[in-house]
């Protein structure tokens, strides 16, 4: 894939910036255990990630640090009938994307995700205009051979459960919490194109989402938007979303971070 001719292409209508030069200073590590963090039953999130008819991304950057074990990154999901989604890496290492679609569970993967080096940076792409597809991943620069495909329709049931980063959510933790580094997470009220996805890429030094992507970005998660104690509360002000670590220590606010 020749990525250079896009390079220089913004292709958002109402783009209020994203300059190349800007970054995240911090990331947060999570150890596997019982960190994590919540947003709550956020009503502005459900509004346009749960329902029918239903066209939304995820925007991420993340690196692993532990194999092969079941890993939630982004979810509403408590692991029971009260499920609505959960974006994780899976004990053989796909990517998965598994939703509760009219009160069933369907899951789709795309295989291979065994870095423990460098930064995942991607976007999950769901668009219930997309017959026969519905979901798209785009990382570390483009569009990802999906391995496993289910049958979702578009629809994404809606549950209590609280918006987790980086596990899910049940009361006092799981054998799923993530274990790694969040350097960012975003929700777009739009499927984006592999134009847009390569533009906040930007050859591995992701833009500002909420710069680039406007109104259209309904939560951003940046580490420098909170203070250095646990715990942690970042907080989005534009969407006036906060989220609140659990069990979290100083130390794990950290440098790590794909600039």
């Known amino acids: 894939m020749l990525l250079s001719p896009l390079r220089y292409i913004n292709p958002i209508s109402g783009n209020r910036g994203g300059s190349a030069a800007f970054s995240i200073a911090k990331s947060f590590y999570l150890d596997g255990v019982d960190e994590e963090f919540s947003l709550g039953n956020e009503a502005s999130l459900n509004s346009f990630m749960v329902g029918t008819n239903l066209q939304f991304t995820i925007l991420f950057a993340v690196k692993r640090s532990e194999l092969a074990r079941l890993q939630g990154i982004f979810s509403k999901d408590d692991v029971s009938l009260n499920r609505s ?23 789709d993967k795309w295989a291979g995700f065994t870095n423990t080096t460098d930064f995942y940076i991607g976007a999950l792409v769901y668009d219930y ?93 940046n580490p420098d938007n909170s203070g250095d104690t646990a715990q942690f509360t970042v907080t989005d002000s534009v969407n006036s979303i906060t989220a609140t670590s659990v069990n979290m220590e100083d130390a794990d606010k950290t440098t790590i971070t794909p600039y």
Not at 95 to 100: G, L
Request: with cysteine; charged share 15%; net charge neutral.
């Open 85 to 107: 989604f959960w974006m994780r890496f899976q004990t053989t290492n796909a990517f998965e994307f598994i939703c509760n679609d009219t009160f069933s569970n369907k899951t």
């Open 129 to 221: 205009t997309d017959a026969g597809v519905i979901t798209k991943l785009y990382c570390n620069g483009s569009l990802v051979t999906k391995t496993s495909q289910a049958l979702i329709n578009g629809n994404i049931n809606s549950t209590s459960s609280d918006y987790i980063i980086g596990g899910d959510d049940i009361v006092g933790g799981s054998t799923f919490n993530y274990n790694g580094y969040i350097n960012q997470i975003a929700t777009l009220n739009i499927p984006i194109t592999e134009a847009q996805y390569l533009s906040w890429y930007n050859n591995g030094k992701p833009k500002d989402a909420q710069a680039l992507f406007g109104s259209n970005c309904k939560y951003f998660f």
